[in-house]
């Protein structure tokens, strides 16, 4: 299960944003990030990847990292 709000000690609370699908592999990307207080703006931290079972990969990507996740872990199966 995916923990939307986790707690940095060196940062803020930590949160999901946006989800991308990746094509129509079942896949997502989710953006994992903060909120800046001042501008009220969702700055992304980096990304997630989450199989189309709900559970996610370890670890967390660039965009064109985990693009490539899904990909081998496609070649996978």
Do not use: C, R, W
Not at 26 to 51: D, K, M, R, S, W
């Amino acid at each position: 299960m995916i923990d939307l709000q986790k707690k940095d000690e060196n940062k803020g609370t930590k949160m999901i944003a946006n989800g991308h699908p990746y094509g129509d592999t079942g896949y997502v990307i989710l953006e994992e990030g903060e909120i800046n207080p001042e501008t009220y703006a969702f700055i992304v931290h980096h990304y997630l990847v989450v199989y189309p079972d709900g559970t996610q990969e370890s670890g967390t990507f660039t965009m064109d990292e985990a693009k490539g996740k899904i990909d081998q872990l496609m070649d996978k199966s």
